[in-house]
């Protein structure tokens, strides 16, 4: 062979090793570079059964009670499984390496197929509560004042985790998640912090679908889940709790819910919500084991089950026909509606609890007798996610022909974007909501003005008393009648500031007056008094008064106002 012909096959030769050489580190899957309290990822897959060299660098880093731990993970992306941890030999031996640089030589095998990598760090204190907040501290502790500048400047290059394997091609993560979740009914993944998402979907026929879903929680509550809705029935048939699920990886509050259910025909209402804090983009404890699937997924079981999906169509049935919702601080809304023939109501009502009473809560009233047909009582309410001081009360009801008035009244925090502690779930419905349970009802349900509702037995009215008022209207009785006096108020410590009496101005006696101890709380401040129930007075002419002194009376107030605010006075009805 000649000279110049052997030289150009060894140049041709090397440059296919070289190569090769760079095709298969352009191949490699790595994962790291990754602050604690996120997640860095990569995906491969492999065409057959594969031998696969894991190596890298993970850590664990220690200062007083504080530790960081830096680790990574292979996910199978078709079953959602864990193929390799690198915690898990720790484990296994019962026993932790030495702090510091922990490194990764391993080699798997794998069969064919698409993974994902991912790589961690988180900081745990005493209380083993794993915080990402907490690195800047641990940092500045473990390496010196200049630590962050150190981890990112030189740490960050040694803590990662690569897999190399012959004939992996390397995917796109994100992509590889996107085309799993993409035949389904639905998907909300990647879910972050304070996050709402509803998708409905409608079957023809009864159906099994799949649902696989993410979140947080603990014995107490759950924060991050999702739950299904009929429509058409108006009441949850699926939700995501805590006895339900089981542990997803990570911190001890990552849960997860994989489970086959069967559901009639109908139309259906997918909701996930998430808290404030740790979500796919900031974990606040370790992450979960498949991070991306932080949310909700549903598929339909099997083709037959597909077939079955058609266009989404929300029944009229899950129309509200009353709906106060998205109260904000010191607000009273009020909506009328008259009944002509006896219905069954679906009421929701989103509201906080108080130190002994709710103080942001719904309620409904006859809107001639002000009696209450229904209220938000804590005993029948659950909490709605968030803070513990968040509740809601989901009930069917059944009233009579008859007009009513939903009422909603807020103090003056915590209420609709304007939180003062953890918001609830359903914060799009912090107030009262009302549906027909039955969609052939809506058409015997009218509103009205409820601030304009004068009642066609009201004698006398004399409401939305203002300070320093004294106020008196006459009226004539020609035989002996039932009357219900609905009275507001002010007292306290068994005194009366604001309120009524009637005069018989035949004999000029008084023959009822609105007194502390015939009187109730009225909502509000402890001092807001009421009284409603029925009299029976004999034929004669007779004289109504009202008074207030200088404070706390209709718009106002020096203190939360009463529940029926606009009826401040004294009203007197033929009952």
Known sequence: MKPFTRAIITSFALALIISIGNNTMAQKAQAGDVYPGYVAADAFTLSSTSKVKISGTGGIFSEDWRQLVFYGWILNSDTRQVAWHMLDGFRDDRRRPDYGLIEIDEEIELPAGTYELYYTGMVQNRNNDWRGDGFRDVMDNIFGSRGRDRFRGSLTDELFITALAPGMTRKDP????DDYVGGAIMSA???????????????????????????????????????????????????MDYRSTDFAGGGDKNIVADEKITLPAGSYM?????????????????????????????????????????????????EPVVELVNVRDDEDVAQGFTLTKKTDLRVLSVGEEG???????????????????WDMELARTEHAGGANKNRMADEVITLEPGQYIAYYSTDDSHSYRDWNAARPHMQNRWGITIWATNSNDRKSIELFDANEFKSAKAIVEITRVRDDEYLKESFTLNED???????LGEGTDGRMYDYGWIKNMDTGRVVWEMTYRNSDY????????????????????YRVYYETDGSHSYRDWNASPPRDAERYGISLLIE
């Open 174 to 177: 994100k992509q590889v998640v």
């Open 189 to 239: 993944i990647r879910i972050g912090d304070e996050e709402s998402f509803e998708q409905g979907f409608t079957i023809n026929a009864e159906t099994s679908i799949r649902v696989y879903a993410i979140g947080e929680g603990t014995r107490e509550s759950v924060y991050d889940y999702v739950w299904i809705y009929d429509l058409e029935k108006n009441k949850r048939v699926w939700e």
């Open 270 to 318: 997918v909701s996930y919500n998430s808290d404030d804090s740790h979500s796919y983009r900031e974990w606040n404890v370790f992450p979960p084991d498949d991070p991306q699937m932080w949310g909700v997924t549903i598929w339909p079981e099997t083709d037959a089950d597909a077939r079955n999906l058609v266009p989404f169509k929300k029944p009229e049935a899950a």
């Open 355 to 373: 130190s002994s009473r709710f103080v942001d809560s719904g309620w409904i009233v006859d809107a001639n007798t002000r009696q209450t047909v």
């Open 481 to 487: 009648t039932r009357l219900r006096i609905l009275a």
């Open 522 to 541: 009225a909502g509000g401040a402890d001092k807001n008094r009421e009284y409603n129930d029925v009299i029976i007075l004999p034929a004669g002419n």
